[in-house]
């Protein structure tokens, strides 16, 4: 994938310098137009399907950024319904307005234009950006976000000979609007398995339906780094790479102790970063992705299947695809994931050590305990809950509601439960308060037999603990408070539970939500609303001079905020952020 269409600019801005803003002194901004599309030429499988294309290509270009990087993405909505774009996994700094979210912003309508612009601030590793309403991630939309490191920090392994970008993700055949439509329908909502998996947008090798496959070409004897994505709606799968093992380094932006692995879980809406070395034969191996919890017999068009090619080969792929472990197992699962962990002693987006950020004395403020299942609602159309709760998205998005009339009309803040189920299942705008600069523990309880898998904007969360079964408070004695790896989603296995703890320090309107896109878009997901009272526009950003309005305000210009803000610096003035 070519990452192109944008120039970088150094900004002068020697006269706002402060010698403490080390970091800003040459902040860069990248710019980038978007022509989003709807596109029933690409046809990633031989099926006549719309697809959602960023300036022609599927899967989207790369946003190559370095740590504190500007990024400016004018995007220009050429579909037919509205649109936005969320970056999973970025925190959004002090600036969830730029989040991208049902409650953060207003869609950007068919034929206009809207531009986002975000620091990829204090997070170095692998992203991945993708349309987040109305069911478009089923289309695509799709793409990479790598975050490097400035170059005075160091990188815990040896420069890798080159990068992959690799989006894995399952994939429906029919028209997104099609899919969406059975999703609101009890034969969609309860079942409906994905066709199948495409790897950068491509069908699996050998497949009647693929009209190309991936093909990564690398040199015999180097080291190469892939940074895999789970793209994908609705399936978990095992990654591996024929006669090949890997070296798990990072996953969402933290540096893991390094494991050798010969196959990894990736979940849906997780990252990592795996090194890989060609240290076998001149040949072509198979790199395979096989969905987990499925009996991929039954489903070959499930497996993915790709290609690393040695430039000096001398045969083709040959031999049985290499075997993974039983998907059905989900011990093998859970131990691999317990053996990520963070390297405490890598170093961070900052000049400091990673261990600064100790879990093991913390003094929790809030404990969510949040069970996901799935319920008939009056309407007797099935929708998941998030304790007995289903989402009901606004026309007005949460973060102006707050911001302008504080919720009036829109919301009620703390009208949901955060540690009970409720007795009958509902609809709701679930707003809750987080604690500004308090620790939540957040416990996620998965009532479906289903792997699932969820998400928080704004943070990176320390994933402390997972298991199979009930959770009760005894769990917590399971909790790896001493090395937890910090991300942003994390899976929970089926009728299992995980918990993860997060620093609130970043004051804004933050989704929380199913990867799954069915989940999510059927109504499983909240909003944790961090507040910080100071009005300080050097802390909490006010609205972007561009921002959009909708629901109401749209007839009118929302009444002035209370209070009014000074006027902003320029944005690189941010101070250092709470993190270190
Ligand atoms: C966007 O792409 C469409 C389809 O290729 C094209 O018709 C349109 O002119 C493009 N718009 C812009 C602003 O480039
Ligand atoms: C990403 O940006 C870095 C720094 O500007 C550059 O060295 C690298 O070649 C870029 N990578 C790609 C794939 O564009
Ligand atoms: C729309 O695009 C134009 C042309 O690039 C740009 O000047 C304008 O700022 C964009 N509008 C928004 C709301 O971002
Ligand atoms: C952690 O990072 C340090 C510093 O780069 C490195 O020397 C060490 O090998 C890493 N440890 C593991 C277990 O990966
Ligand atoms: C998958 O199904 C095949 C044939 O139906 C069966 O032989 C195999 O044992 C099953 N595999 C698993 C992991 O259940
Ligand atoms: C693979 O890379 C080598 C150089 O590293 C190049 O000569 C060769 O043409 C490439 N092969 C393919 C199939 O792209
Ligand atoms: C651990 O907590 C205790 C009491 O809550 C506090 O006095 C102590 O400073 C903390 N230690 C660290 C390393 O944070
Ligand atoms: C974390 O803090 C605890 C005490 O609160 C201490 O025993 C432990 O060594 C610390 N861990 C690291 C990695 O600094
Ligand atoms: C905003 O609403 C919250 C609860 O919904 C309330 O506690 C608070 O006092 C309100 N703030 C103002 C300034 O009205
Ligand atoms: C959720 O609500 C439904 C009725 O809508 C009820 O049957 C069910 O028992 C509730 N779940 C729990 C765990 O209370």
Redesign the pocket.
Known sequence: MASTGYHRRLIACTMLIAAALFAQVNAIHIYLEWNVTLDSTIKPVSQDQPVIAINGLFPGPLINTTTNDFVHVNVFNNMDEPLLFTWNGIQQRLNSWQDGVSGTNCPIQPGTNWTYVFQTKDQIGSFFYFPSINFHKAAGGFGPIRVINRDVIAVPFPKPEAEFDLLIGDWFYDSYKSTRATMCTHLGAYYTIPDITLMNGKGPLGNPMSKAYESFNVTQGKTYRLRISNVGNALSFNFRIQNHQMVLVETEGSYTDQITLDSLDVHVGQSYSVLVTANQNDADYYMVASPKLINASDFTSLVGIGVLHYSNSISQVSGPLPVGPNPFDLHFSVNQAKSIRWNLTAGAARPNPQGTFNVSNVTLSQTFILQSSIADLYDQIPRYVVNNVTYSTPETPLKLADYYV??TGVYQ?DDFPVQSVNADASCGVSVVTGIHKGWIEIVLKNNLNEMDSWHLDGFGFYVVGFGIGDWTAKSRDTYNLFDPVVRSTVQVYPGGWSAVYAFLDNPGMWNLRSQLLKHWYLGQELYVRVHDPDPNPAKERPPPENLLLCGIFSDSPPPAP?PPPPPAPALALAPPSSWN
Do not use: I, T
């Open positions: 504080n919720g803040l209370p």
